[in-house]
C-alpha cells in the first residue's frame, strides 16, 4: 500500500495551486502537483468555463505543463480539495495520466487527511497505445 505521508511536499504544493483555481460555477476549487520521473514538480488548478466542455480539470493542466515541457513519464500527483469530499480524478483525468504512467501514485488530499492509489487499481483494463 502506498503511503501518502511519503507525499507531503506534493501535497503542499496541491494545496497551494488551489487557491489560483478558476472556479466561478462549480464553487470547487481543486488543485495539482505533478512529480515526474525526473524529479520535476509541475502544478495546476481547475480552470472552469462557461463553455463546460473547455474546463481544465487540476490534473490535467499539470500534465499539459508537464508535457509542454518535454516531461512524459511520471511518478505520482497529488490532487487536493479543501472540503470534506477527496477529489478524485475524473475519468479524462485518469485516462490522460495513464498516457505517461499506468503505475503513478495518485494522492488525494482534503482537509481531513490523505488516501494514495496506484493510477492502474483508478482506471484498470484502461485503453492506450502499446508502444
Given at each position: 500500500m502506498?503511503?501518502?505521508d511519503e507525499y507531503?511536499e506534493?501535497?503542499e504544493m496541491?494545496?497551494?495551486a488551489?487557491?489560483?483555481?478558476?472556479a466561478?460555477?462549480?464553487?470547487?476549487?481543486?488543485?495539482?502537483?505533478?512529480l515526474?520521473d525526473?524529479?520535476k514538480?509541475?502544478?495546476?488548478?481547475n480552470?472552469e468555463?462557461a463553455?463546460?466542455?473547455a474546463?481544465?480539470?487540476?490534473?490535467?493542466?499539470?500534465?499539459?505543463?508537464?508535457?509542454?515541457?518535454?516531461e512524459?513519464?511520471?511518478a505520482?500527483?497529488a490532487?487536493?480539495?479543501?472540503g470534506p469530499?477527496?477529489?478524485?480524478?475524473?475519468?479524462?483525468?485518469?485516462?490522460?495520466l495513464s498516457?505517461?504512467?499506468?503505475?503513478?501514485?495518485?494522492i488525494?488530499?482534503?482537509?481531513?487527511?490523505a488516501?494514495a492509489?496506484e493510477?492502474?487499481?483508478l482506471?484498470p483494463?484502461s485503453f492506450?497505445?502499446?508502444?
Open positions: 502506498l503511503d501518502p507531503e506534493l501535497i496541491a494545496k497551494a488551489a487557491d489560483n483555481a478558476y466561478p460555477y462549480s464553487d470547487y476549487a481543486v488543485g495539482a502537483a505533478l515526474t525526473s524529479g514538480i509541475f502544478t495546476g488548478c480552470i468555463n463553455s463546460f466542455g474546463t481544465l480539470c487540476a490534473e490535467r493542466t499539470a500534465a499539459a505543463k508537464a508535457v509542454s515541457e518535454g512524459t513519464s511520471f505520482a500527483i490532487v487536493y480539495h479543501n469530499e477527496m477529489p478524485f480524478p475524473c475519468g479524462i483525468c485518469r485516462q490522460v498516457e505517461f504512467s499506468r503505475h503513478a501514485a495518485v488525494v488530499a482534503n482537509e481531513s487527511g488516501e492509489f493510477l492502474s487499481k482506471l483494463s492506450g497505445f502499446k508502444k
